[in-house]
């Protein structure tokens, strides 16, 4: 539907920003953190970059706060560091580290700013990888149970809002990306069991939530990549539900049904697969009823019918942010996904698609029924400080507000939505491109090759964001120019 008007946003949204430990904090050799297994992978696997210092938040927290204040920011989405907790996953608990998160949450409750917190963000403490496999084994439910209980009781009086595992369907799906398949020998087999004792620690953090923190709300968070038939081809719609059903749906059916769907379940048994469900899993699961859906969607997908006989491709992202990298999959008998024509897209090949943002609420209300959250949404660019020392980045003012538009439309389509937190407040470190890929509103002085100043420099952006908030949204326009000559 076309409205007249301009949409409008609940009067007590939440608006602000995301990040995650790993990719924002540095420090991890100090405050008694213990090493986490995507340290090794920033420092080992091209093209990911040390994360060693990231944008120096540990140090930075308290100017990082007073420039989420000034922006006017009503809440904050963060994750917590698991090896910063407990350094080894399972043994001793690290006070410096409890204090490092209290001292943020004190800072942000003090300045009016809800914290919504992650409790994982594929920064796993490497001494239970080392020990055990880490996600391989059955043995991290209990260790994850007693980290998610720790987090409740320990900041469960000042953090109502909490996530579970950011995006269990993208490290899943992405595996070998996200560093999961480590040490897994035959990946595409063990995946889905690896994801069933993934669904175990994610209930068992629901139920933590539920148990210790008073009025607390849980909720999962997939990573959500709408995904549209090619054509009017009947074959083509199939084809994009298969591709839903595979890539996020599973996920989401799950964590609101508490089961495995017959699709998924007719799925395991064609491919020869076996999660692995053992006496009593069901029991723990269906004790995990969430309270809202957190949703990262930055783009969307198009895909097509594949037939059984066709070759399968594999998926390649865009690792250097030079257009045309990106590599389409095929999945023969299942789809394939395709460029789609009608939008543009990034450097990294990822479609700017603002309208897949109203889809996917739709879509994920209509199913659910669940309040929503946006907690990842953003653009990243090949950014440096000007001549005049500052950041214009029109093109993420153009990309921020035709996105939030578009949410706005679909709360007017009947779409509860809580919290809009964009990815990222300050420049931090892109999961495949360090600081080469910036996504902040605020630039952090620093590059891969060289450590700067770390000094915040407010882009454009900011200044721009700062007036949608105080105008609760009224500030944004139907569909931004990217700059006045256009
Ligand atoms: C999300 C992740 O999928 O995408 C973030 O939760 C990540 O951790 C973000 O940074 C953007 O992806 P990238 O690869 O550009 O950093």
Not at 122 to 150: C, H, M, S, T, V
Not at 328 to 355: A, H, R, S
Not at 391 to 405: C, P, S, T
């Amino acid at each position: 539907m076309y409205y007249k008007n301009k949409p409008t946003f609940p009067e007590n949204f939440l608006w602000g920003a995301s990040s995650s430990a790993w990719q924002v904090e540095g420090a991890t050799t100090e405050g008694g953190r213990g090493p986490a297994t995507i340290d090794l992978n920033s420092q080992t696997k091209k093209p990911f970059t040390d994360n060693s210092i990231a944008a120096d938040h540990y140090h930075h927290y308290k100017e990082d706060v007073a420039l989420m204040k000034e922006a006017g920011f009503s809440s904050y989405r963060f994750s917590i560091s698991w090896s910063r907790i407990i350094p080894d996953g399972d043994g001793e608990i690290n006070q410096e580290g409890l204090d490092f998160y209290h001292n943020l949450i004190d800072e942000l409750v003090k300045n009016n700013i809800t914290p919504i917190v992650t409790m994982y963000h594929y920064d796993l403490p490497l001494a239970l990888f080392e020990k055990y496999g880490g996600w391989n084994n059955r043995q991290i439910i209990d260790d994850f149970d007693r980290y998610a209980r720790l987090l409740c009781t320990e900041f469960g009086d000042k953090v109502k809002y909490w996530i579970t595992l950011n995006e269990q369907n993208m490290q899943i799906v992405y595996g070998d990306w996200l560093g999961l398949d480590k040490g897994v020998d035959n990946w595409e087999k063990e995946k889905y069991r690896i994801n069933h004792i993934m669904n175990l620690c994610h209930a068992k953090a629901v139920i933590a939530v539920h148990e210790l923190v008073e009025n607390g709300q849980v909720g999962p968070v997939p990573g959500y990549v709408p995904i549209y038939p090619n054509s009017g081809n009947p074959k083509d719609q199939i084809a994009a539900m298969n591709a839903e059903e595979l890539t996020e749906k599973m996920w989401l059916d799950f964590y609101v049904h508490l089961e495995y769907s017959p699709f998924i379940l007719r799925y395991f048994k064609e491919y020869d697969i076996d999660i692995d469900m053992r006496d009593g899993d069901l029991a723990i699961i269906k004790q995990a009823k969430i309270d809202f859906i957190a949703l990262n969607c930055y783009r969307s997908n198009v895909a097509a019918d594949c037939p059984l006989d066709d070759k399968s491709v594999k998926l390649e992202l865009n690792k250097n942010g030079e257009k045309g990298n990106f590599v389409y999959p095929k999945f023969p008998g299942l789809y394939q996904l395709m460029p789609n024509n009608y939008v543009e897209t990034t450097d990294w090949d990822w479609e700017i698609d603002p309208i897949a943002l109203r889809y996917m609420l739709r879509y994920v209300w209509d199913h659910y029924q669940l309040p929503m959250m946006i907690v990842e949404n953003g653009f990243g660019a090949h950014e440096s400080l000007g001549d005049d020392g500052k950041v214009h980045d029109d093109y993420r003012i153009k990309f921020l507000n035709d996105q939030i538009y578009q949410i706005g439309l679909a709360i007017e389509d009947g779409c509860p939505v809580l919290s809009y937190n964009l990815w990222s407040f300050t420049d931090l470190l892109s999961t495949g491109n360090g600081m080469a890929k910036r996504y902040g509103l605020v630039y952090i002085n620093t590059t891969d090759e060289d450590v700067l100043d770390l000094r915040r420099v407010k882009k454009d952006s900011f200044e721009w964001y700062k007036q949608v908030i105080a105008t609760n949204g009224q500030h944004l326009e139907n569909q931004k120019k990217k700059n006045k000559n256009q």
